[in-house]
T-cell receptor, first 115, second 114 residues
Framework: NAGVMQNPRHLVRRRGQEARLRCSPMKGHSHVYWYRQLPEEGLKFMVYLQKENIIDESGMPKERFSAEFPKEGPSILRIQQVVRGDSAAYFC?????????????FGPGTRLLVL | SQKIEQNSEALNIQEGKTATLTCNYTNYSPAYLQWYRQDPGRGPVFLLLIRENEKEKRKERLKVTFDTTLKQSLFHITASQPADSATYLCALPRDSSNTGKLIFGQGTTLQVKP
C-alpha cells in the first residue's frame, strides 16, 4: 500500500500563472491537511479537509488560494496568479480520523518555484 | 497564540552518544505533543506522541519527556548513529479543537559524526 502521494514533486511557474498541487491520501484515510514550509521556517498549517468538506481553512490566505477534496480523486490545492512569495514546499498529510489519537502521514511534498 | 521554540542551531554529536533536543512552547498546555523526523527533500515522518498526562514515552532508542510545568519536551536519542542525522520537528495541536491540526517548530538539525 503506497503512502501519501503528492504530485508533481517539483513545479515551476511564472508569476501570474496557476499552480495546481495534488494529494492522494493513504488508502482508507478521509482526513487531509495541507501545510506550507518556507525556507528556514517550520511547517505552517493551511487547510483541513474531509471528503467534500472544508473543515478549517483558517491558515490559508483568503486571496488566490483554494482547496478541495472531492468524493472521488485527490485533494487539490490551487494557487491562482502565483507570486514569488508562494515559492515553498507544500506538504499534504492524511489521517484515518481526526484528533489526538491519530497519526498524520505526510507525503513527499511539492516544491513550487515561482520565477 | 501558541508558539513553539526549538533550538535553531545544529546539534553535532559523536556516534554512540545521547542526543538531546528541546522543544518549548509558550501558551496553553496541549493535550499532546508529537515529534517528527524530516530528511532533506522529504516529508516529515512521525516518531512519537506523548500525552499531557504522560511524563515519559519510549520507543527503541528514542525517549520523549513532557513537563507541563516547564512547558517543555525533551527528545533523546541514545546510542546515536550517523543514520540518525536529520532535522527533528516538534509539533503541537494548533488549538484546543482536537481536530488534528498541528503547529510545528522550526526543527533542530542533528548531525551524528562517526
Amino acid at each position: 500500500n503506497a503512502g501519501v502521494m503528492q504530485n508533481p514533486r517539483h513545479l515551476v511557474r511564472r508569476r501570474g500563472q496557476e499552480a495546481r498541487l495534488r494529494c492522494s491520501p493513504m488508502k482508507g484515510h478521509s482526513h487531509v491537511y495541507w501545510y506550507r514550509q518556507l525556507p528556514e521556517e517550520g511547517l505552517k498549517f493551511m487547510v483541513y479537509l474531509q471528503k467534500e468538506n472544508i473543515i478549517d481553512e483558517s491558515g490559508m490566505p483568503k486571496e488566490r488560494f483554494s482547496a478541495e477534496f472531492p468524493k472521488e480523486g485527490p485533494s487539490i490545492l490551487r494557487i491562482q496568479q502565483v507570486v514569488r512569495g508562494d515559492s515553498a514546499a507544500y506538504f499534504c498529510a492524511s489521517s484515518q480520523t481526526s484528533g489526538s489519537k491519530e497519526t498524520q502521514y505526510f507525503g513527499p511534498g511539492t516544491r513550487l518555484l515561482v520565477l | 497564540s501558541q508558539k513553539i521554540e526549538q533550538n535553531s542551531e545544529a546539534l553535532n554529536i559523536q556516534e554512540g552518544k545521547t542526543a538531546t533536543l528541546t522543544c518549548n512552547y509558550t501558551n496553553y498546555s496541549p493535550a499532546y505533543l508529537q515529534w517528527y523526523r524530516q530528511d532533506p527533500g522529504r516529508g516529515p515522518v512521525f516518531l512519537l506522541l506523548i500525552r499531557e498526562n504522560e511524563k515519559e514515552k519510549r520507543k527503541e532508542r528514542l525517549k520523549v519527556t513532557f513537563d507541563t510545568t516547564l512547558k517543555q519536551s525533551l527528545f533523546h536519542i541514545t546510542a546515536s548513529q550517523p543514520a540518525d542525522s536529520a532535522t527533528y520537528l516538534c509539533a503541537l495541536p494548533r488549538d484546543s479543537s482536537n481536530t488534528g491540526k498541528l503547529i510545528f517548530g522550526q526543527g533542530t538539525t542533528l548531525q551524528v559524526k562517526p
